[in-house]
């Protein structure tokens, strides 16, 4: 996986690229929480580079959704493929996270 995060406005984007697996969320994680440590709270994590998420990855996203909502914080999820919307969907997470087709839709742009 590779990743990177930008702060556009009062948004930290996160992009993933690759997969996101049990190999590499935990460097995911540490990021992102050292970010809401900072006091940032709006985050929006682009997937549209991303190919595969396994279960790891969907606990760590799970756990990232907490921890920004106990901080009063926004998290959106931004273009997924059709193979990670229909994950989504299967294990009903789509119900947990606020999904946008796009990073410009998510931002409030499109």
């Not at 702060?7 to 997969?19: C, D, F, Y």
């Not at 998420?53 to 959704?65: F, H, N, P, Q, Y």
């Amino acid at each position: 996986m590779t990743f990177s995060l930008e702060r556009l406005g009062a948004t930290t984007v996160v992009s993933v690229g690759g997969q996101l697996t049990l190999n590499n969320r935990g460097e995911l994680r540490e990021r992102v929480l050292a970010r809401l440590a900072d006091g940032e709270t709006d985050f929006v994590i682009d997937f549209a580079d991303a190919d595969y998420i396994d279960s790891s990855g969907l606990g760590v996203l799970v756990s990232l959704s907490k921890h920004i909502r106990d901080e009063h914080g926004r998290l959106k999820l931004a273009g997924l493929n059709d193979d990670l919307a229909r994950l989504f969907a299967l294990t009903k997470l789509d119900s947990l996270f606020d999904i946008a087709e796009t990073r410009a839709a998510a931002l409030g742009e499109a």
